[in-house]
């Protein structure tokens, strides 16, 4: 239910995003005793994205709250963060390039906004998992070179979402690198422009 | 001017933090091509710790917007992202003793937090950098473990809080798991209820 497309029709909060892994790289070494690392994006036999057990340890890009495309967005009493992760071969190759490589792997991790809670009176801290949403760059698996997917939580795998949703029009009109979302991304945002990667699109409209 | 306790007093954003590094971690393959990995607490030669430089790339606990402990808090147009980062090696330890080792360091980054801007028409996202929480824990240099850092944007090193500020009763009063506020890290709070290291004082808050 919360993979990008639904959400964007929803007019809910958004932005995705994509990275990809360099085939060598490797968890910390830390983090490396009891997972093999996935770094690289998986596919089942019939061509479902397995879901990147390893995320939270990726490198973090940025955090959101209840952010949406639509200005009249009500959400009520619901309020939810949104967490974007991405494997570290292709966070490194970003600081050089300003882009992203090829199987880059962007994963955006949906928690319920909650208030009041312990000592916290005011604002809101993160609770229960709510979904994912992942953005993959396979240039030999996806025409566009992109590809969505949704995931619930606990999800093991999930088919593509198909290239005629909403959301990767979004991306390729609005995103500023890449078709994915760095002006939310405040510690790539200065790369790229450095880079000179910035998108035309990006551009126009800022 | 971003201290924790010098948020405490104000009825700020706060909730900070600890962690701890083992001497031998380092960063993921493919980061440390470009800088000496920095997990440990380094300190000047008159005590001062160091700024953790590589923070951006440990591991991410969680992000609040506009904590605070105040009911009254008022903050007007003024909104703030805090995102809570942990070397690698301390998160490892975590995960399977549902505590921090000595030389952890937890790094509290506050992010101002935009409304509209790009397609972006509700909620926030985060945008320019305002300052950093740092707490270390460093048995033999701190008489309770434990040390408070306030940093701004591109200060090279600070001084310690000294240990009469409201940071560390408070921290001690109402924090889940040794002084570390594990109750607004969704991803650490299950761990530390299954290995049974929830404070007494968490516990009988709730």
């Not at 709250?65 to 639509?70: L, P, V």
């Not at 801290?125 to 025409?143: E, I, S, W």
């Not at 994915?180 to 880079?195: M, N, S, W």
């Amino acid at each position: 239910m919360f993979d990008t497309c639904v959400m964007l029709n929803a007019a809910k909060l958004v932005l995705l995003f994509a990275s990809l892994a360099f085939a060598i790289s490797g968890l910390r070494p830390g983090l490396a005793a009891n997972a093999v690392p996935q770094e690289t994006p998986q596919y089942t036999s019939d061509g479902q994205l397995k879901f990147p057990e390893q995320y939270r340890t990726w490198v973090f890009l940025s955090a959101g709250m209840d952010m949406s495309y639509a200005g009249d967005a009500q959400t009520g009493n619901m309020h939810m963060f949104e967490n974007v992760f991405v494997n570290a071969a292709a966070y490194e190759s970003f600081q050089k390039t300003g882009t992203w490589p090829d199987k880059t792997t962007l994963v955006t991790e949906f928690r319920d906004a909650q208030g009041k809670g312990s000592i916290n009176k005011h604002g809101r801290f993160q609770t229960d998992l709510m979904g994912y949403d992942v953005h993959v760059k396979d240039a030999k698996r996806f025409p566009g070179k992109w590809g969505f997917f949704g995931f619930n939580p606990g999800s093991k795998s999930s088919a593509l979402i198909p290239a005629t949703a909403a959301c990767y029009t979004c991306h390729a009109d609005h995103a500023a690198v890449d078709t994915t979302f760095v002006q939310f991304y405040p510690t790539l945002l200065p790369i790229a422009k450095r880079k000179g990667t910035l998108s035309s699109a990006y551009k126009k409209e800022n």
